[in-house]
Nanobody, 117 residues
Framework: QVQLVESGGGLVQAGGSLRLTCAAS?????????MGWYRQVPGKQRELVAV???????NYTDSVKGRFTISRDNAKNTVYLQMNKLKPEDTAVYYC??????????WGQGTQVTVSS
């Protein structure tokens, strides 16, 4: 059974930093094509924040470019999201997603990030 477990969320003041971690189990890192972070606020659709592909390439939504960094440790089957210069509008539940080469998507349970002004 594939599981993604996120951690690292919490409450932080504007301008602060948090580091999110997503650990995958039940699937080998070599079977994962891409891992990404998404976020969702009540009443809105889940949006892509950042993604890292197996070749190391990354992509970010415009609002986090220059502030967030996604990275992946294949040996630990883990993906990270370093979030700096946080803003109140970054407040959301953050979800981790892994996409396998055969097309299946797996999601974590989410972790709350709250940025106070």
């Amino acid at each position: 059974q594939v599981q993604l477990v996120e951690s690292g969320g919490g409450l932080v003041q504007a301008g602060g930093s948090l580091r999110l971690t997503c650990a995958a189990s039940g699937i080998s890192s070599s079977s994962i094509n891409a891992m990404g972070w998404y976020r969702q606020v009540p009443g809105k659709q889940r949006e892509l924040v950042a993604v890292i592909i197996s070749d190391g390439s990354t992509n970010y939504t415009d609002s986090v470019k220059g502030r967030f960094t996604i990275s992946r440790d294949n040996a630990k089957n883990t993906v990270y999201l370093q979030m700096n210069k946080l803003k109140p509008e970054d407040t959301a539940v953050y979800y981790c997603r892994a996409r396998a080469y055969w097309g299946q998507n797996y999601w974590g349970q989410g972790t709350q990030v709250t940025v106070s002004s």
